[in-house]
């Protein structure tokens, strides 16, 4: 994974933290992590349950990007079009990475 920073400039998030059950930075893989239990609420048509864990998952997305300078967030790929989630005005989450 990517980024983009308030800068301009693009560079690759590494691993911060000590953990063993997963590659990348750990906020990333907690809004993972929140990924998988709102789908757990979707299954089961529990619409509240879901829109609880999204609040939660945006609130802590936006306040990791913004802690550390990160507008956009972008996918190992050489497309800059290609981003995963965008907090720069009008930018949107992209649900195909995200």
Do not use: Y
């Amino acid at each position: 994974m990517r980024a983009e920073l308030t800068d301009g400039r693009v560079v690759s998030l590494i691993k911060d933290c000590a953990c063993i059950t997963h590659e990348g930075p750990c906020w990333l893989h907690t809004d993972q992590l929140h990924r998988m239990e709102q789908r757990r609420h979707l299954d089961a048509g529990n619409w509240r349950g879901w829109l609880a864990v999204e609040g939660l998952r945006l609130r802590e997305k936006i306040w990791a990007m913004q802690s550390r300078g990160i507008v956009r967030l972008l996918a190992d790929s050489d497309d800059e079009r290609d981003a995963v989630f965008d907090l720069m005005p009008g930018g949107m989450e992209m649900s195909k990475r995200g």
